[in-house]
Structures are given as structure tokens and as C-alpha cells.
T-cell receptor, first 114, second 111 residues
């Protein structure tokens, strides 16, 4: 299996622009998580889905952030409009299920907002 | 929500010595405690985990201990090697299946 696939790996954009990050979970995994990693705040859970349904989005920092999972093999995290403080590495992770435990992380998308 | 504290933030050890990282958690309902290793520029990867019904688990040079009464758990790495140099994160999962991570420990193994 190719593992969790994220794109783009790197994104540099200007403040105010829309950013869309994409994730393909491991086939057969029912749960998908979006995390943000910064030096100051560490690994923060933004939102997670189970069977394509958003379960908890309390970690989404602002209304500028939104996430969707239209099917079992694809999810997006969108930031509109982007701000410099959104600069971070965004990780997508998947697991067999909510009680399965182990999260399999993608390589991450490094976002820089100028 | 769950609050996970991790110490120390940095740890430097001589090759062959042991390394110990400690974490505490706040929610007594937490029932799953994994440890992740993240090499520079890479993704976090699970190295060992423990559930609340056991007190200790070992996998070769790595071991984890859990004290539910005190709400703390620890990672022990014995006979450290240069490839053990990385950032290590502890985490705790509560009943709502949310995994909260500690701030991380940067481990440097000196040759």
C-alpha cells in the first residue's frame, strides 16, 4: 500500500489567497484526521471523520478553515482567505477505525503564507 | 479536553545509554497511550502503544510503562543508537477518540 497520500507537499501563497490541501487515506481505513504542526503549538487536531462523516471539528481555528470528505478515498482541507499565521505543516492521518488506535500519517503539506 | 504534558523538551544521551521520557495526562477516562517518533522533515510514526488495561509493554529496546492512578506514562529506550535521534511525542486518547499529543522531546544520541 502506498500509505496516506497528501498533496501538495509544499505550498507558498500570498495572504488572502485560497489554499486547498488534499488527502487520500489508506484503502480500507474508515477514519481520517487532519492535524496541524507548528513549533509553538505542536500537533493540533483540527477535525476528524468517521465513515466520511465529520465527527468533531472543534479544533478548526476559525471559519476560514473548512474540511470535506466526499468519499472514502478523498478529503480536502481548505483555508479561505489564508493568513501568515496559518503557516504550518498540515498532516492528514487515517486509521482502521476510531477505536483502532494507530494513526498512519501522510508526509504532510508544508504551507507558507506570505 | 485532554491535556498532555511531556518532559523533558530536549534530551541528550551518550550512545549506549538509556533515555527516559515522561508524560502526564489530565483526563482519567483516557484509555490509549501511543508514542510516535518523528525524524527531521518526516511524518510521525508509531513506535509503541499501551492500553489502560496493562501496566507495561516492551518491544526490543523500547518499553512503555503506565500508572493510571498517577495518570502518567513513560517511554524507555535502552542501548541508544544514533538512529534513535528524533523527536518523540506521547499522546493520550479519550472516550471521544481524540488523540491529544504532548509537546515533544528532541532526543540527540551522541556518538
Amino acid at each position: 500500500d502506498a500509505g496516506v497520500i497528501q498533496s501538495p507537499r509544499h505550498e507558498v501563497t500570498e495572504m488572502g489567497q485560497e489554499v486547498t490541501l488534499r488527502c487520500k487515506p489508506i484503502s480500507g481505513h474508515n477514519s481520517l484526521f487532519w492535524y496541524r504542526q507548528t513549533m509553538m503549538r505542536g500537533l493540533e487536531l483540527l477535525i476528524y471523520f468517521n465513515n466520511n462523516v465529520p465527527i468533531d471539528d472543534s479544533g478548526m481555528p476559525e471559519d476560514r478553515f473548512s474540511a470535506k470528505m466526499p468519499n472514502a478515498s478523498f478529503s480536502t482541507l481548505k483555508i479561505q482567505p489564508s493568513e501568515p499565521r496559518d503557516s504550518a505543516v498540515y498532516f492528514c492521518a487515517s486509521s482502521l477505525g476510531l477505536t483502532a488506535g494507530e494513526l498512519f500519517f501522510g508526509e504532510g503539506s508544508r504551507l507558507t503564507v506570505l | 479536553g485532554e491535556n498532555v504534558e511531556q518532559h523533558p523538551s530536549t534530551l541528550s544521551v551518550q550512545e549506549g545509554d538509556s533515555a527516559v521520557i515522561k508524560c502526564t495526562y489530565s483526563d482519567s477516562a483516557s484509555n490509549y497511550f501511543p508514542w510516535y517518533k518523528q525524524e527531521l522533515g518526516k511524518r510521525p510514526q508509531l513506535i509503541i502503544d499501551i492500553r489502560s488495561n496493562v501496566g507495561e509493554k516492551k518491544d526490543q529496546r523500547i518499553a512503555v510503562t503506565l500508572n493510571k492512578t498517577a495518570k502518567h506514562f513513560s517511554l524507555h529506550i535502552t542501548e541508544t543508537q544514533p538512529e534513535d535521534s528524533a523527536v518523540y511525542f506521547c499522546a493520550a486518547m479519550t472516550n471521544d477518540y481524540k488523540l491529544s499529543f504532548g509537546a515533544g522531546t528532541t532526543v540527540t544520541v551522541r556518538a
